[in-house]
């Protein structure tokens, strides 16, 4: 009985929950890719992800080989078929049949494996309590997992959809993602072409660029001396001055846009850049503020004392001591102003009038009219989203590289 104790029901039950989720979660995606009317079997799904987990279950303690995942993954594809009558996604075999095939792979890889890196390590008879409150969590991490990528992906995924498409297949089945790739590179961008020839988008995107990294080097400018004097020097009231620099962050946005859009017509800053660079570096310099003082304290401040010992100014001890360990939290800063900057869109809005000087979200702004092809609003979304993801991940190296840069030996 030690083969069948608590790992082996809970590989079971976690097989079964991953076999349903498996058969919504594809299916769904099938049925955005071909535009056809599937429905998830979802008692299917279950039954076959329990059938499947329960052969890694029993198998596993006796040859943990990659063939026997491949085997569990046929035997959740067979189940599956039988159990649904031949409809896997909830149509014959005969419909849509390779596409078929593939999401059921699909569905059947994601279960499997899902159960073996839950299941990695143990087996039955492995039937500590502590082993399986491991299982348990990583069930649960691995479902949260699943949930924060769908939350993420699946806006962006129907954004690039919808942007590849014209406006009679967007009215003719709003559901319907699934591109035609024969219609030529011409037809299929036709969207983001006529953006920058119609639409000023190129204008949009070096207006957003000019304000962000300003935005960003002015906040820097700022941030870092006010961050280390509150996380290294002593003077009066640098408690209360440490504590309260996120008060602004108290006063609502929306509340500070009409004295200011009264200050700025009478100085000759509305309908400029210029504005701009006046608010948004003053919110974002607390919030940078806030986070450097607290990466500077984590810098040991003995190293800073024996770069004064051998001669060297404050100044250059921030330079050259300071600033190259905290270059994570820089980079980390860097990109949160930045997206701040490149999104913002409640002062654009009120202070941009010419089309010349509107940002991009500015810009995006004036693409939801009835006037405009949807399609023409996913683009312009995709445009304003594919810089910052780029951006995020060529700066993730600087991020993970440099996350024990402060520590200190000995």
């Known amino acids: 009985m030690s083969r069948f104790g608590n790992i082996f029901w809970l590989c079971l039950l976690f097989g079964a929950i991953w076999g349903a989720l498996a058969s919504i979660l594809l299916t769904v995606l099938a049925l955005f890719v071909s535009g056809l009317t599937f429905q998830p079997q979802v008692a299917a799904g279950a039954v076959a992800g329990l059938i499947g987990s329960g052969v890694l ?11 026997v995942v491949a085997m569990a993954a046929v035997i959740f594809m067979v189940v599956l078929t039988v159990a ?3 409809q896997p996604l909830g149509l014959g075999l005969d419909v849509y049949a390779f596409g078929q095939l593939v999401f059921v792979i699909l569905m059947a890889a994601f279960t499997v494996q899902s159960v073996n890196l839950i299941a ?3 087996g039955p008879g492995s039937e500590k309590r502590y082993n399986v409150e491991v299982i348990c969590l990583r069930f649960v991490k691995g479902l949260g997992l699943v949930t924060f990528t769908i939350a993420v992906a699946l806006p962006f995924f129907v954004m690039v959809m919808m942007s590849l498409k014209n406006q009679q297949l967007l009215l003719s089945n709003p559901l319907d993602f699934s591109i ?3 219609q030529g590179s011409e037809a299929l961008f036709r969207s983001y072409t006529e953006l920058f020839t119609q639409y000023h988008f190129g204008t949009y995107l070096l207006n957003s660029a000019i304000v962000s990294v300003a935005t960003v ?3 820097l400018f700022f941030a870092v001396p006010g961050a280390y004097a509150v996380a290294r020097l002593r003077f009066p009231g640098q408690k209360f001055l440490s504590r309260s620099i996120l008060l602004i962050y108290m006063v609502p946005m929306i509340v500070l846009v009409i004295p200011l859009y009264a200050i700025f017509s009478q100085l000759g800053l509305r309908n400029t850049l210029w504005g701009l660079l006046f608010v948004y570096p003053a919110t974002t310099i607390p919030v940078a503020l806030y986070m450097l003082q607290g990466y500077f304290r984590g810098i040991p401040a003995e190293l800073e ?4 010992m051998d001669g060297l100014t404050r100044i250059n001890v921030i330079r050259k001591i300071t600033m190259p360990l905290a270059l994570p939290a820089l980079a980390s800063v860097a990109l949160y102003v930045f997206m701040i900057a490149w999104n913002e869109f409640l002062f654009a809005f009120m202070f941009l009038d010419n089309v010349d000087l509107y940002t991009l979200s500015r810009g995006i702004a004036e693409l939801n009219s009835s006037e405009v092809p949807r399609q023409h609003l996913m683009a312009g979304a995709v445009i304003a989203t594919v810089p910052v993801l780029a951006l995020f991940l060529w700066f993730e190296r600087f991020l993970v590289a ?6 200190v030996k000995g």
């Open 57 to 67: 279950a029993v198998l596993f303690p006796i040859r943990r080989t990659p063939g």
């Open 84 to 86: 649904s009558g031949a």
């Open 120 to 122: 990695k390590g143990f």
């Open 180 to 182: 035609d790739f024969a």
């Open 217 to 219: 080097l002015i906040t």
């Open 305 to 308: 004392e024996a770069g004064l």
């Open 402 to 407: 440099g996350l024990t840069a402060g520590s």
